[in-house]
T-cell receptor
Framework: QKEVEQDPGPLSVPEGAIVSLNCTYSNSAFQYFMWYRQYSRKGPELLMYTYSSGNKEDGRFTAQVDKSSKYISLFIRDSQPSDSATYLCAMRQTSGGYQKVTFGIGTKLQVIP | DVKVTQSSRYLVKRTGEKVFLECVQDMDHENMFWYRQDPGLGLRLIYFSYDVKMKEKGDIPEGYSVSREKKERFSLILESASTNQTSMYLC??????????FGPGTRLLVL
């Protein structure tokens, strides 16, 4: 079993829809959670960085962490064609120095105009 | 804003060639990383460095070496390129345990 599971998609939604992207994980020591957006043939871009359970909002994006269920989500409101990209979740253990980051495989999202 | 740059966006090399990929970051980050990204396999860590002249193996170091002579620069070396090293190579940097910031990537094709 992989430490981080993420459905590769593709996920197709109409413009304006609310998008929900999810990852599950098995390592209860993960405490820091990240979401990256990667456009085709480009490097990943950090979108959200959260610690512990709860919600974090940034514009149209909301990151949600449920540590009891080992489940994280990224919600995109009022989705736009420019949101079409692959979204990678990432997570790591405690702070202090370098701790290995474990990435999901990425979910490919397509927003249809 | 953090800026991570990679020396080439696209490279075509022949089997057996020595290949150098360079990465530069401008935020005084202590940690730097090299990953490769392949369809269906996701991101895999090749090597990382937490200080000048320091390096640690990642998950797939075979066939690769690295060099970090200056804090801002981290080089990945393919000693003798092989076709199975055709991939997207991504450099990243971070400060301490904070999130990693990625460069634009280098698409390497080995013929």
């Amino acid at each position: 079993q992989k430490e981080v599971e993420q459905d590769p998609g593709p996920l197709s939604v109409p413009e304006g829809a609310i998008v929900s992207l999810n990852c599950t994980y098995s390592n209860s020591a993960f405490q820091y959670f990240m979401w990256y957006r990667q456009y085709s043939r480009k490097g990943p871009e950090l979108l959200m960085y959260t610690y512990s359970s709860g919600n974090k909002e940034d514009g149209r994006f909301t990151a949600q962490v449920d540590k009891s269920s080992k489940y994280i989500s990224l919600f995109i409101r009022d989705s736009q064609p420019s949101d079409s990209a692959t979204y990678l979740c990432a997570m790591r253990q405690t702070s202090g120095g370098y701790q290995k980051v474990t990435f999901g495989i990425g979910t490919k999202l397509q927003v249809i105009p | 804003d953090v800026k991570v740059t990679q020396s080439s966006r696209y490279l075509v090399k022949r089997t057996g060639e020595k290949v150098f990929l360079e990465c530069v970051q401008d935020m005084d980050h202590e940690n730097m990383f090299w990953y490769r990204q392949d369809p269906g396999l996701g991101l895999r860590l090749i090597y990382f460095s937490y200080d000048v002249k320091m390096k640690e193996k990642g998950d797939i170091p075979e066939g690769y070496s690295v060099s970090r002579e200056k804090k801002e620069r981290f080089s990945l070396i393919l000693e003798s390129a092989s076709t199975n090293q055709t991939s997207m190579y991504l450099c990243a940097s971070s400060w301490g345990g904070e999130a990693q910031y990625f460069g634009p990537g280098t698409r390497l094709l080995v013929l």
